[in-house]
């Protein structure tokens, strides 16, 4: 191959200029795309997270830690999270089981949540058992359907 000559060399500087960019707004622009990206990293983990949880095995044990989250005077992130994990469990049983074996009148989700802690807290012999079984017997004496 022949040498490029002065010119084809200025010509092929100046196309190579062009071709790159300065990095500084490329910067600006990634950590503009850094939140966004995080935020999408967040949401998938999540989501992985609760499609795992449904198939896993939630015990008497994890529905009184949360109870315990719940009623702590000074709540930190996990303990808000795990209040909101608590009522949303005993209101997705209470939802699964209305007409079966719970027939509910229009009831607020802090009583529910109240019956079922005290039973919870007053039975740590049966924190063993599947959290849904727990939730049913301490709702059942209240609001149990009679056929």
């Known amino acids: ?3 490029l000559g002065r010119a084809k060399k200025r010509r092929a500087g100046e196309l190579g ?3 790159t960019t300065p990095s500084a707004p490329r910067d600006e622009e ?3 795309a850094a939140p966004l990206a995080l935020l999408f990293y967040v949401a998938f983990v999540q989501v992985a997270q609760a499609q795992r949880a449904v198939y896993s095995f939630i015990s008497g044990r994890q529905l009184k830690v949360y109870i315990e989250s719940s009623e702590r005077e000074r709540q930190s992130v996990q303990d808000i999270a795990n209040t909101g994990k608590l009522h949303g469990y005993v ?3 209470v939802e699964m089981q209305d007409q079966v074996s719970l ?3 229009p009831v607020q989700s802090d009583q529910l949540v109240a019956i079922v802690a005290k039973y919870i807290t007053s039975t740590p012999e049966r924190w063993h058992l599947p959290a849904h079984l727990l ?3 301490a709702l059942k ?3 149990g359907c009679s056929r």
């Open 1 to 3: 191959m022949a040498p």
């Open 17 to 19: 200029s062009l071709c």
């Open 30 to 32: 990634r950590m503009k």
């Open 91 to 93: 209101e997705g049983v």
């Open 103 to 105: 027939c509910m009148p």
């Open 135 to 137: 939730v049913v017997e």
């Open 141 to 143: 004496p209240t609001f």
